[in-house]
């Protein structure tokens, strides 16, 4: 059963760079069948797409957020990360890892806060 | 790419039946049978209900079904049970390379 775990710190200061990891469980990040990508939640609003990633290291990210977004892929690590750069608090969100199709996310990891506070 | 729109409650008695309406336009509920449907309940991740328009994993209820209108798909849950109370999103495929999906503004479905 594939499973996603993302990690990194949970509080950043404005101005920094939010830094986050996902791990994949169960199955190997190198499946040419999928992609992987970054969803964000803020607090008590809706979803909103990041970016993802192919395992070759093809990028695809969100016009609002490409200028400050990277994901990159370690297949030896079976991991992808997420750096998004010059945070305010309107980043402060839950972040969510997925696995993904064309139109379809599943699973998703159980998503981390971070709050950009100084 | 504005997110679709999705109104903001729907609610409905034990038993009875709902129907979630996702809108979007031409450029991607229109264009795509690519919209799936994932259920949210407090402090959990989103769970996929459907996908490709209609289709159910395995293990999601057959309660729950999907199906799309021109510009619009819709979630419809029936037999409505007190588990269902949770915030319901819709996504679609864009097409676009550079903006290919796009979340619905979410849904909070109440079981009175």
């Known amino acids: 059963q594939l499973q996603l775990q993302e990690s990194g710190p949970g509080l950043v200061k404005p101005s920094e760079t939010l830094s986050l990891t996902c791990t994949v469980s169960?199955?190997?990040?190198?499946?040419?069948?999928?992609?992987w990508g970054w969803i964000r939640q803020p607090p008590g609003k809706g979803l909103e797409w990041i970016g993802s990633?192919?395992?070759?290291?093809?990028?695809y990210y969100n016009p609002s957020l490409k200028s400050r977004v990277t994901i990159s892929v370690d297949t030896s690590k079976n991991q992808f990360s997420l750096k998004l750069s010059s945070v305010t608090a309107a980043d402060t969100a839950v972040y969510y890892c997925?696995?993904?199709?064309?139109?379809?996310?599943?699973?998703w990891g159980q998503g981390t806060l971070v709050t950009v506070s100084s | 790419q504005s997110a679709l729109t999705q109104p903001a409650s729907v609610s409905g008695s034990p038993g009875q039946s709902i129907t979630i309406s996702c809108t979007g336009t031409s450029s991607d509920v229109g264009s795509y049978n690519l919209v799936s449907w994932y259920q949210q309940h407090p402090g959990k991740a989103p769970k996929l209900m459907i996908y490709e328009g209609s289709k159910r994993p395995s293990g999601v209820s057959n309660r729950f079904s999907g199906s799309k209108s021109g510009n619009t798909a819709s979630l419809t849950i029936s037999g409505l049970q007190a588990e269902d109370e949770a915030d319901y999103y819709c996504?679609?495929?864009?097409?676009?390379?550079?903006?290919?999906?796009?979340f619905g503004t979410g849904t909070k479905v109440t079981v009175l």
């Open positions: 169960g199955g190997s990040i190198s499946s040419s069948s999928y992609y």
């Open positions: 997925a696995r993904h199709t064309t139109g379809t996310f599943d699973p």
């Open positions: 990633i192919y395992y070759s290291g093809s990028t």
């Open positions: 996504c679609s495929y864009a097409g676009s390379s550079t903006f290919p999906y796009v």
